[in-house]
């Protein structure tokens, strides 16, 4: 078991001599200005006594919000190409895998937790699909987050139809083979009473919250989804939905909501859950009409642009959604579809793809995508105290070293940032005035240790990942074969730059 070392109180700080990124000022140059934290707010004064963080040469940004994260799968990384959605999820998903070991639990949120604040993440929405049911593996899951001193908004995944989006379109399935796809959903009204127990029992707290995520319309009868609706407006709670990810999902909504036009949107409105605090996840296939509809609500688009790429999905419309006024946040999503919860990446990409739909220099730009990491995604988790660094502000904070070569010389911060970081150069970060990384290491827990409970943990996971494998092989070929007649088929709008319609 990895010595937890306590992440201790929040404490007074003085951050000196950087340049301070500001959305409203040089974008190019930041202006030089200390930033100043009592109690986990950034201050107008010097507090007394205060902790002196001299940050000469260093760049300071507002902590990034990963607005679309998945914990359950970090051990996968690296294990899983060339799969499209459907055939990667037959390998990846929690339900596949059963019970795991508490060990397993705590390290792997405790490893993507970390590995998020490596690339200056410091908020997380973490939609995470529990397997089993039960408080005891959400309880491991939330006590890692506290542990390591990171801001989680958690949400429990729900969906009481279990079968793969792609389901619907396949025949002549080995029986066996069948039940595998098709999967064991849990009613909606024992979903909804434990969601609302959970949020009793573990009330939010400075660095916790709560959100709501039905996994995805068609994947929620109208009775999971009216209780969500009900859920988020009694307790102004923000949702999280995935949305219009593949070609497989938008015929699905051809075919679902025919009274609501064949529209995702529509029935998520007719449902009561398109409003200010509801967020589409993906959007990859969403019509301009529909972004319409989004936009009048007040809706928020999470944009995944690397997982979509590798998952074959799709290229979002991003530039059409800003210019019909949507928010945009941005999320890494599951690392084993993306195999890295790096903001940066995230970031570059969706500068880059926006290139492939929109050939005039009019898209989406460096100054963009960085508002989309910091404070449109403070605004989808409904935190408009994040994403700054103004007084007033929390003070989650990511101090990035000017001297690395991707800033020499420095032109440009915020391009330079968004086109040439890794997250090499990520120095220290502050998440609610506390240092949780200095120097490039976590303050709040043993990482050699982490790694080494990792690499023994890996033993049973890889032999159990080896099962999955070898159970989802009989699927595997009739999932493609479905999936080629699906993509013939007109759904009346395009994300891919492959024949087809």
């Given at each position: 078991?990895i010595p937890?070392?306590?992440?201790?109180a929040?404490?007074?700080?003085?951050?000196v001599?950087?340049?301070?990124w500001?959305?409203?000022g040089?974008?190019?140059?930041p202006?030089?200005r200390?930033?100043?934290?009592?109690?986990?707010?950034?201050?107008?004064?010097?507090?007394?006594?205060?902790?002196?963080?001299?940050a000469?040469?260093?760049?300071?940004?507002?902590?990034?919000?990963?607005a679309?994260?998945?914990?359950y799968?970090?051990?996968?990384?690296?294990l899983?190409?060339?799969?499209?959605?459907?055939v990667?999820?037959?390998?990846?998903?929690?339900?596949?895998?059963g019970r795991?070991?508490?060990?397993?639990?705590?390290?792997?949120?405790?490893l993507?937790?970390?590995?998020?604040?490596?690339s200056?993440?410091?908020?997380?929405?973490?939609?995470?699909?529990?397997v089993?049911?039960?408080?005891?593996?959400?309880?491991?899951?939330?006590?890692?987050?506290?542990?390591?001193g990171?801001?989680?908004?958690?949400?429990v995944?729900v969906?009481d139809?279990?079968?793969?989006?792609?389901?619907?379109?396949?025949?002549?399935l080995?029986?066996?083979?069948?039940?595998?796809?098709?999967g064991?959903?849990?009613?909606?009204?024992?979903?909804?009473?434990?969601?609302q127990?959970?949020?009793?029992?573990?009330?939010?707290?400075?660095?916790?919250?709560?959100?709501l995520?039905?996994?995805?319309p068609?994947?929620?009868?109208?009775?999971?989804?009216?209780?969500?609706?009900?859920?988020?407006?009694?307790?102004?709670?923000p949702?999280?939905?995935?949305?219009?990810?593949?070609r497989?999902?938008?015929?699905?909504?051809?075919?679902?909501?025919?009274?609501?036009?064949?529209?995702?949107?529509?029935?998520?409105?007719?449902?009561?859950?398109?409003s200010?605090?509801?967020n589409l996840?993906?959007?990859?296939?969403i019509?301009?009409?529909?972004?319409?509809?989004?936009?009048?609500?007040?809706?928020?688009?999470v944009?995944?642009?690397?997982?979509?790429?590798?998952?074959?999905?799709g290229?979002?419309?991003?530039?059409?959604?800003?210019?019909?006024g949507?928010?945009?946040?941005?999320?890494?999503?599951n690392?084993?579809?993306?195999d890295?919860?790096?903001?940066?990446?995230a970031?570059?990409?969706?500068?880059?793809?926006?290139?492939?739909?929109e050939?005039?220099?009019?898209?989406?730009?460096?100054a963009?995508?960085?508002r989309?990491?910091?404070?449109e995604?403070?605004?989808?988790?409904?935190?408009?105290?994040?994403?700054?660094?103004?007084?007033?502000?929390?003070?989650?904070i990511?101090?990035?070293?000017?001297?690395?070569?991707?800033y020499?010389?420095?032109?440009?911060?915020?391009?330079?940032?968004?086109?040439?970081?890794?997250?090499r150069?990520v120095?220290?970060?502050?998440?609610?005035g506390?240092?949780?990384?200095?120097?490039?290491?976590a303050?709040?827990?043993?990482?050699?240790?982490?790694?080494?409970?990792?690499?023994?943990?890996?033993?049973?996971?890889?032999?159990?990942f080896?099962?999955?494998?070898?159970?989802?092989?009989p699927a595997?070929?009739?999932?493609l074969?479905?999936?080629?007649?699906?993509?013939?088929?007109?759904?009346?709008?395009?994300?891919?730059l492959?024949?087809?319609?």
């Amino acid at each position: 078991m990895i010595p937890p070392r306590g992440a201790g109180a929040p404490v007074s700080l003085s951050i000196v001599g950087a340049r301070v990124w500001d959305s409203d000022g040089d974008l190019d140059l930041p202006a030089v200005r200390d930033l100043h934290i009592t109690d986990g707010v950034i201050v107008a004064e010097p507090p007394p006594q205060a902790e002196i963080v001299d940050a000469t040469g260093m760049l300071a940004l507002p902590g990034f919000v990963n607005a679309h994260h998945h914990s359950y799968d970090v051990l996968a990384k690296g294990l899983l190409e060339r799969m499209p959605f459907d055939v990667w999820a037959l390998h990846s998903q929690p339900a596949y895998f059963g019970r795991r070991p508490a060990a397993e639990l705590r390290a792997r949120t405790l490893l993507s937790g970390l590995e998020c604040l490596r690339s200056g993440i410091t908020t997380i929405q973490d939609m995470c699909s529990l397997v089993p049911f039960d408080e005891q593996t959400l309880d491991i899951i939330l006590d890692a987050y506290a542990e390591l001193g990171i801001r989680v908004v958690f949400s429990v995944a729900v969906r009481d139809v279990a079968a793969l989006d792609i389901a619907a379109y396949l025949t002549d399935l080995p029986t066996e083979t069948l039940a595998w796809v098709q999967g064991r959903a849990t009613p909606a009204a024992e979903q909804l009473a434990f969601v609302q127990a959970q949020l009793k029992r573990r009330p939010a707290t400075g660095l916790r919250s709560w959100a709501l995520s039905p996994s995805g319309p068609q994947r929620c009868s109208d009775e999971l989804l009216d209780g969500i609706a009900a859920l988020s407006q009694d307790d102004n709670l923000p949702v999280f939905t995935h949305v219009y990810e593949t070609r497989v999902q938008t015929a699905r909504a051809r075919d679902l909501y025919r009274a609501s036009g064949g529209s995702m949107i529509r029935h998520l409105a007719d449902r009561g859950l398109l409003s200010d605090r509801t967020n589409l996840v993906h959007a990859v296939w969403i019509t301009p009409a529909e972004l319409e509809l989004v936009a009048g609500a007040g809706s928020a688009i999470v944009h995944n642009p690397v997982s979509n790429m590798k998952l074959r999905s799709g290229i979002a419309p991003i530039a059409a959604a800003q210019r019909a006024g949507v928010p945009i946040a941005l999320g890494c999503d599951n690392c084993s579809c993306g195999d890295t919860h790096n903001m940066f990446q995230a970031m570059k990409a969706m500068c880059l793809l926006t290139g492939l739909r929109e050939p005039l220099p009019d898209g989406i730009d460096a100054a963009a995508a960085m508002r989309a990491a910091t404070s449109e995604g403070a605004g989808a988790i409904g935190r408009p105290d994040l994403g700054a660094l103004q007084v007033g502000q929390r003070a989650d904070i990511t101090l990035i070293k000017l001297d690395d070569l991707a800033y020499v010389p420095l032109n440009s911060a915020t391009r330079q940032v968004v086109f040439g970081e890794s997250g090499r150069a990520v120095q220290t970060v502050v998440v609610d005035g506390r240092v949780v990384l200095r120097d490039g290491v976590a303050t709040t827990i043993d990482e050699a240790a982490l790694q080494a409970e990792v690499a023994e943990l890996m033993v049973g996971f890889r032999r159990d990942f080896a099962g999955v494998v070898e159970r989802a092989r009989p699927a595997v070929q009739p999932l493609l074969a479905a999936l080629a007649l699906v993509n013939e088929r007109d759904v009346g709008v395009s994300a891919q730059l492959t024949s087809g319609r």
